[in-house]
């Protein structure tokens, strides 16, 4: 059909009744949260809570609704009934509450997605809309009945195909969403049910990443009740990941997520340095979990000999026999280290108390008891010996000093050899690695709450009284009363406790034992089974999206197996699916990545490219180290297209040199993973960065240093070989790896 036709005019007048409605719903919205502005800070506590709350709510349907402007409508659905419902990113109403839009999440909206000719349901017709702004700018019909198409519908049928033009889109250093585009394996996956954890195994180009994010969107929609209390959580692989995916919910009408890597995942610890490959391998391994146990046990210490105590001018003796039965008693409440430490404390100063008294020669009574624990909390030996004897204790603290400690190390961990154990040991003051979460988040665990959260919740509390105190005597003021029945302190009390609430994402960001009602893990082949059990923290219910590939794991100590790192932590409670077809990659990419894995024994997960791509990969050729012949190759790509991104990926020695000699060239163009990559042309990155993004153009430098790099380097390269849309070129001075010697000079 021409786009003059009837039907595109048709489909742009429908178009602007809804763009106007969500004007309306954006400008009402707004003069209701002027209205409540406008209150200001009046009005009894309760009042003020709840404006509070209002505001908040207006304020994030404004953001939603302004976030789903782009592409508000993607596709219309034709059904046999004559039933027309055009489908959306959100759900759209007229001021009749008829529908004017269907949520893509909807269950009407399901056929859009999974039908097909074989199995059409009571689809006649899918319609996809393209849009530029709020124009249509194309029409592209898919019949799946042709019995139930009229004559004159036939003639104006026109199909460029929606799913290829999103493909071969240029890409914007941004991932886009895919909800015009979803393909019936993906939505499968999308709709699958919430309990238990789903496994999504694909090899590249699949739309891992997409379909989860995609999946958090339909989850949140379908049980909005019960997730937004207890809200999702997405773990991806680093921060230039998340910058890269962030966009996708809040375009999808979902904001309320928590983000997050892990190196994050402990609240006070940013980490981003990974350890090496034997180290992280043994902080991965599930033997720490005895080791840090060990570690804290070490800490519930027993005298050599009994102890002296001075208390005033008396000289009380604290016998080990006392300690050994205080700690045994201690343990069998099997409680964390720091509230056990309670029984153990007070059961010695129930001790201690009745020696005094005996020295006094007066029976113990309940208020002797409480003047003798007075004294004794008073006493330095009393304080300092206790303390020795079980220290309240802070995870980075005590893994601090496992790790910089031979004793306490050799002492804790002897279900690892020699060997293992000189990996742990390091200097105090070393930078946390990923690899330390997991082991800080176990000792939390262990060790539960030493009152330093409390203390910095009641220091919290006191100053954000102190300001409401001077709010509460202004309030006082403005009644003009001389005898008023409350004081400016009993006020302040009351707005303080009213005040604004955090939303479920700020309040679980800040809490470590905060249960998440879903978690989704991406490239979740890199995770140890030390991170896994932490995971399994967060979101105890076991509703878990995990997606990956395990051909593609390039930690040594990542997943070999799903039911390997699954079993332990959700056993039986894991159902695995494929995703088969790669939509992002070309297959004469895809041929190159699969020839080096089958070539050097990786496992490979089978996958159809949807398209065969436009060029074929190439090599260039180079003197070693030579950054010209990368600067050669990139300003040919950057000539050839005027859009599109370009991604440098090479070995981490080489790659400040390459960001500098591209930067030279280009200096508005050119960036890397410490500054501007993805929000410019031309990103340097190494290939555990690049791990989950996509490029129109790929250039891979030096791919048998990036295989001689680390003992998965093979699985490196393979991430880097398939990341490209279009276009693949290597660049080498080095003799290639086994099952790249076939690419053709460029």
């Keep these: 059909m021409s786009d003059q036709s009837a039907d595109r005019a048709a489909e742009q007048a429908h178009l602007d009744v809804v763009y106007r409605r969500l004007d309306q719903l954006v400008e009402a919205a707004q003069q209701q949260l002027a209205a409540v502005r406008r209150t200001g800070s009046v009005g009894t506590p309760q009042a003020r809570s709840e404006r509070d709350a209002f505001a908040t709510t207006l304020e994030h349907r404004i953001a939603q609704l302004r976030a789903v402007q782009d592409r508000l409508v993607f596709g219309r659905l034709d059904l046999r009934s ?270 201690l108390a009745g020696q005094f008294a005996e020295q006094l020669r007066q029976p113990l009574t309940d208020d002797l008891r409480q003047e003798l624990d007075a004294d004794l909390r008073d006493s330095r030996d009393v304080r300092v010996n206790l303390n020795l004897l079980w220290m309240p204790l802070q995870p980075q603290r005590l893994l601090t000093d496992l790790f910089a400690v031979d004793s306490r190390l050799d002492s804790a961990a002897r279900q690892l050899t020699p060997a293992e154990r000189d990996l742990l040991r390091r200097e105090r003051g070393a930078p946390w690695t990923v690899h330390d979460v997991p082991l800080l988040d176990e000792l939390a665990e262990l060790m539960g709450d030493d009152g330093e959260a409390a203390r910095a919740e009641d220091r919290r509390r006191a100053a954000e009284l102190a300001g409401e105190l001077d709010y509460a005597r202004g309030v006082l003021q403005m009644t003009r009363l001389d005898n008023p029945v409350v004081s400016a302190e009993m006020l302040a009390e009351q707005f303080a406790a009213l005040g604004p609430t955090l939303s479920v994402a700020e309040r679980a960001e800040a809490d470590r034992s905060w249960a998440y009602g879903h978690l989704i893990v991406d490239e979740a082949q890199e995770l140890t089974p030390m991170m896994w059990r932490l995971l399994a923290r967060r979101a105890p219910g076991r509703s878990w999206t995990v997606v990956g590939d395990l051909a593609q794991r390039g930690s040594a100590a990542g997943a070999s197996s799903w039911a390997a790192v699954l079993e332990p932590v959700a056993a039986g409670r894991w159902r695995e699916r494929q995703l088969s077809v790669s939509y992002r990659t070309p297959a004469r990419v895809l041929r190159v990545a699969e020839s080096l894995a089958r070539a050097n024994g990786l496992p490979v997960t089978a996958v159809d490219s949807v398209r065969e791509g436009d060029f074929d990969p190439v090599v260039v050729g180079r003197e070693p180290g030579e950054a010209g012949a990368v600067e050669d190759v990139v300003g040919r790509l950057l000539d050839e297209s005027s859009d599109g991104t370009v991604a440098v990926v090479g070995p981490t020695p080489e790659l400040a040199a390459l960001t500098k000699a591209l930067g030279a060239a280009w200096p508005d163009l050119v960036g890397d993973a410490s500054r501007t990559a993805l929000s410019v042309r031309v990103s340097v990155l190494s290939p555990e960065q690049v791990k989950g993004l996509e490029f129109d153009d790929v250039v891979v430098v030096e791919p048998a240093a990036i295989v001689a790099a680390s003992a998965r380097g093979l699985s490196d390269l393979y991430v880097a070989l398939s990341r490209p849309t279009r276009r693949l070129v290597v660049v080498h001075g080095e003799a290639l790896p086994a099952g790249m010697d076939g690419l053709s000079r460029w």
Excluded: C
Excluded at 226 to 233: D, F, I, N, W
Excluded at 275 to 289: E, S, W
Excluded at 299 to 316: A, H, K, M, Y
């Design 82 to 351: 004559g039933e027309r419902h055009h489908i959306g990113r959100v759900g759209i109403s007229d001021e009749q509450q008829d529908k004017l839009l269907v949520d893509w999440r909807a269950p009407v909206a399901a056929p859009f997605y999974q039908a097909t000719p074989a199995a059409p349901g009571d689809v006649v017709r899918r319609r996809h809309l393209t849009t530029s702004g709020r124009e249509v700018v194309h029409l592209d019909d898919e019949v799946l009945d042709l019995s139930a198409i009229s004559d004159s519908d036939r003639a104006t049928l026109q199909g460029e195909g929606a799913l290829m033009a999103a493909v071969t889109a240029p890409r914007t250093g941004r991932m886009g969403d895919i909800v015009a585009t979803i393909q019936g394996e993906q939505d499968r996956i999308v709709r699958d049910e919430l309990a238990g954890v789903l496994v999504v195994q694909g090899g590249p180009g699949t739309g891992k990443t997409a379909v989860a994010l995609h999946r958090a969107a339909y989850l949140l929609f379908t049980h909005r009740r019960r997730l937004e209390r207890s809200g999702v959580l997405v773990v991806g692989p680093g921060r230039l990941f998340l910058r890269y995916i962030e966009q996708v919910l809040p375009s999808l009408g979902e904001s309320g997520v928590v983000m997050a890597t892990p190196g994050t995942l402990f609240p006070g610890v940013e980490a981003e340095r990974d350890d090496a490959d034997d180290v992280a391998r043994v902080k991965g391994d599930l033997r720490m979990v005895q080791v840090l146990e060990q570690a804290v046990r070490d800490r519930q210490r027993l005298p050599d000999d009994d102890l002296e105590l001075r208390v005033g001018s008396r000289t009380l003796v604290l016998t080990r026999s006392a300690v050994a039965a205080a700690r045994a008693r201690a343990r069998s409440t099997g409680a964390p280290h720091n509230a056990a430490r309670v029984t153990f404390v007070k059961d010695l100063l129930r001790h």
